[in-house]
């Protein structure tokens, strides 16, 4: 099995050299790289094509929300994007997950958590710290019940299917199945199949 590729980005010396650290010692986990701040990262992440980014959110220059939307930008899917900061307002947590991150954790969190999650996304599964799914959940439930068809596509969805591959699974057609879609978000308040996904599962939906 090959390792899982990251890069390490913090503005704070002491603190990206203890996660390179903690990361190059883990089994499965090889550090591709490190950056700074939200620009060099972009550059790093353009080089060395990771599996999954550790981003801080607050940095001089641009920050890390704006290269979580840069990156989404460039690709919505790859690499995946763990946010690991010391702030835990919903406005960051939301933030951070409304720009494309798909994990959320403190810098206290523990180093076998912050290992197990990095294993974790690479794996597509969501990561979320307890603020974060107390942020989420103040969203509230969805706005309207999913229907049975749209719990399907969205479990399909959740499991990395594209649209034609769900369409293929449950035997209707690729322009349903955006329907299906469109109607799941609407319900969930959200604007992509990552934020679907993310919501879905901490609602318990998938």
């Known amino acids: ?17 203890g996660l390179v ?3 190059g010692s883990a089994e499965g986990i090889e550090v591709a790289g490190t950056a700074e701040d939200g620009a060099r990262a972009l550059e790093v992440i353009e ?9 801080d ?7 890390g929300i704006e290269a979580i939307r840069a990156l989404r930008a460039r690709s919505p899917r790859s690499p995946r994007i763990l946010v690991l900061t010391t702030y835990d307002t919903d406005r960051d947590i939301r ?6 991150a798909d994990g959320f954790l403190l810098k206290d969190t523990r180093r076998d ?13 969501a990561v979320l710290a307890p603020a974060a799914l107390a942020a989420l959940a103040a969203g ?16 399909l969805v959740a499991d990395g299917c594209t649209n034609r591959a769900v369409g293929t699974r449950l035997g209707i057609g690729e322009a349903t199945v ?13 604007g992509d199949r990552a934020s679907a996904v993310r919501t879905a599962w901490e609602l318990g939906l998938v």
């Open 1 to 17: 099995m090959n390792a899982v590729r990251t890069v390490v980005v913090d503005d704070h010396p002491v603190v990206r050299d």
């Open 21 to 23: 650290a903690m990361l």
């Open 47 to 55: 080089r060395v094509g990771p599996d999954v980014v550790l981003m």
């Open 57 to 63: 959110l607050r940095m001089p220059g641009t920050s």
């Open 95 to 100: 933030g951070a997950l409304e720009a494309g």
């Open 113 to 125: 958590d912050v290992i197990r999650a990095v294993h974790d996304l690479a794996a597509g599964r």
């Open 140 to 155: 509230g439930a969805p706005r309207e019940a999913l229907t049975a068809r749209e719990i399907e596509v969205l479990r």
């Open 178 to 190: 955006k329907t299906h879609l469109m109607h799941v978000y609407d319900k969930l308040g959200v």
